[in-house]
């Protein structure tokens, strides 16, 4: 069926928008060289233990993401209405998951939290961090890497507490090691103001 006019030009300017990031976008299968990770700046001392009672535990749940964020890839806000993923970066896990362990090392390195999983809590824990992670990935217009955490913490007999935090970092060039180097320092800061929140 013949495209309408209008629908032709909206795909073309998606392309056009896209080949400005000097060919960012990778529609290929071929895997990438190397697979991205999120390091933790507070983390655990080897061979440190701790221990408690699964009540006294936090559970740090893996947080709600948006469909742009459902995949192991970078995106690449180019304009208000056009996202594209960059060429050979790949995370090793889905952000949200990424996040979700990076936020479980910061709060037990910071914090001296004592943190269960779900699983082993076996659904005696009374507090948990929730949330969901509405930004992870670089702003072409501004060249900045953006992280935007919605948090939600619940302790049982008390109101919840929810609150946004948001860190950014400049990107001098849009490529996979620049990108994920300024989105570990902005989700490692988003993770430490979260784990001082957690404190109060």
Known sequence: MKKAPYQAAAVFSV??????LAGCVNLGSK????????TASNKLADGAAN???QKAALVVLTPTAPRK???????VQIDSSSIAYLKDAVWSDKPAVLMQQLLSETIAAKNGRFILSEADADGLAEEFLSGSL??????????????????VKTLSGQ??????????????????????AALNGAANEVAGDIADWMKN
């Open 69 to 75: 964020l459902d995949s192991n890839r970078l995106p």
């Open 51 to 53: 221990e408690g009672a």
């Open 15 to 20: 392309v056009g928008s896209a080949l400005l």
């Open 159 to 180: 109101p919840a507490k929810k609150q946004r935090f948001e860190a950014r970092r400049a990107v001098n060039i849009i490529e996979a090691v620049p990108a994920s």
């Open 134 to 151: 509405i930004e992870f990935g670089v702003d072409a217009s501004r060249s900045e890497a953006i992280v935007i955490f919605d948090a």
């Open 31 to 38: 895997p990438p060289p190397s697979l991205l990770v999120l």
